[in-house]
């Protein structure tokens, strides 16, 4: 079964220094996987998307994840970070072929200090 | 284009009572999914639909139903309803989830006492 491991629940970092979400996953499929980030109660936006094409995957705000199969590993990272970037952010992972569940991570929060 | 909305917002029901929660979408995506949200867990699927008239069990369906009777909205009910069943559901709907990823609502937070 597919699973997603969020390593960090909670990351703190300066405003400046750079990011780094840790995300580990197990599918037995050539996997879709996803970062989604949450604000305090607001909806899920999509952050990026990896299927199968580039492996360094760009998304939006400055973010960025590359996927390494060997590690089986989808790191989310940003050069620096933003008072804006405080958020929750989700690791996910298609659940199946034909992709019509998603498995969530449990999260991480990431706090920004100035 | 408004995207995916979820009605209501907000909901405080008794242990035992009933609710319909509402999801539209105008985008004419085939796929519809609902979710609960509990703090330290995620987001983890009720029930999700990948076409109009079809449904299918997610990962944690006991306590609700749904029906997608037509493409565009999808609703979740509760038919008798528990403190357990106490959350935050989102909504998604997506074209090909695979490829694309699904776009979520803001959310239903539900207080049942």
């Known amino acids: 079964a597919q699973s997603v491991t969020q390593l960090d629940s909670h990351v703190s970092v300066s405003e400046g220094t750079p990011v780094l979400l840790r995300c580990n996953y197990s599918s037995s499929y050539s996997p879709s996987l996803f970062w989604y980030v949450q604000h305090p109660n607001k909806g899920l936006q999509l952050l990026l998307k990896?299927?199968?094409?580039?492996?360094l995957v760009k998304g939006i705000n400055g973010f960025e994840a590359e996927f390494k199969k060997s590690e089986t590993s989808f790191h989310l990272t940003k050069p620096s970070a933003h008072m804006s970037d405080a958020a929750e952010y989700f690791c996910v992972v298609s659940d199946n072929q034909a992709g019509t569940a998603l498995i969530f991570g449990k999260g991480t929060t990431l706090s920004v200090s100035s | 284009n408004a995207g995916v909305t979820q009605t209501p917002k907000f909901r405080v029901l008794k242990t035992g009572q009933s609710m319909t929660l509402l999801c539209a979408q105008d985008m004419n995506h085939e796929y519809m999914y609902w979710y609960r949200q509990d703090p330290g867990m995620g987001l983890r699927l009720i029930h999700y639909?990948?076409?109009?008239?079809?449904?299918a069990k997610g990962e944690v369906p006991d306590g609700y139903n749904v029906s997608r009777l037509k493409k565009q909205n999808f609703l979740l009910g509760l038919e008798s309803a528990a403190p357990s069943q106490t959350s935050v559901y989102f909504c998604?709907?997506?074209?090909?989830?695979?490829?694309?990823?699904?776009?979520f609502g803001p959310g239903t937070r539900l207080t049942v006492t």
């Open positions: 998604a709907s997506s074209y090909t989830p695979r490829a694309v990823g699904q776009y």
């Open positions: 639909s990948v076409g109009e008239g079809t449904t």
């Open positions: 990896y299927t199968s094409a580039a492996t």
